[in-house]
Nanobody
Framework: QVQLVESGGGLVQAGGSLRLSCAAS????????VGWFRQAPGKERMFVAA????????YYAPFVKGQFTISRDNAKKTVYLQMNSLKPEDTAVYYC??????????????????WGQGTQVTVSS
């Protein structure tokens, strides 16, 4: 069983940066691929980025276009999402999710077994 807790969200002006953290508890976290998703008001939850169990490979949604970077520190059991050049349309609740897998490109939310509670990111114009 893996438990995930997101942090690092908040209010930021357009053009600013935030780094989200996803802290995990439970055994064998290094065996889990982790993804970030976001859900804007009135919209469906959508995939943002994913990282392999080792951190050696990452996969991004096309809209990211180099704006976000996912990384992980297995010693700290934490996955990060560095978000730069934020825009008002990036406003959403951001969630991390985990699944025990050797794959990286896991986009479907239904493929993930464990979810955090989410952290709110608000970008003002």
């Amino acid at each position: 069983q893996v438990q995930l807790v997101e942090s690092g969200g908040g209010l930021v002006q357009a053009g600013g940066s935030l780094r989200l953290s996803c802290a995990a508890s439970g055994p064998a976290f290094s065996c889990y691929a982790v993804g970030w998703f976001r859900q804007a008001p009135g919209k469906e939850r959508m995939f943002v980025a994913a990282i392999s169990w080792s951190g050696g490979s990452a996969y991004y949604a096309p809209f990211v276009k180099g704006q976000f970077t996912i990384s992980r520190d297995n010693a700290k059991k934490t996955v990060y999402l560095q978000m730069n050049s934020l825009k008002p349309e990036d406003t959403a609740v951001y969630y991390c999710a985990a699944v025990r897998s050797s794959r990286t490109a896991i986009e479907g939310e239904f493929e993930y077994d464990y979810w955090g509670q989410g952290t709110q990111v608000t970008v003002s114009s």
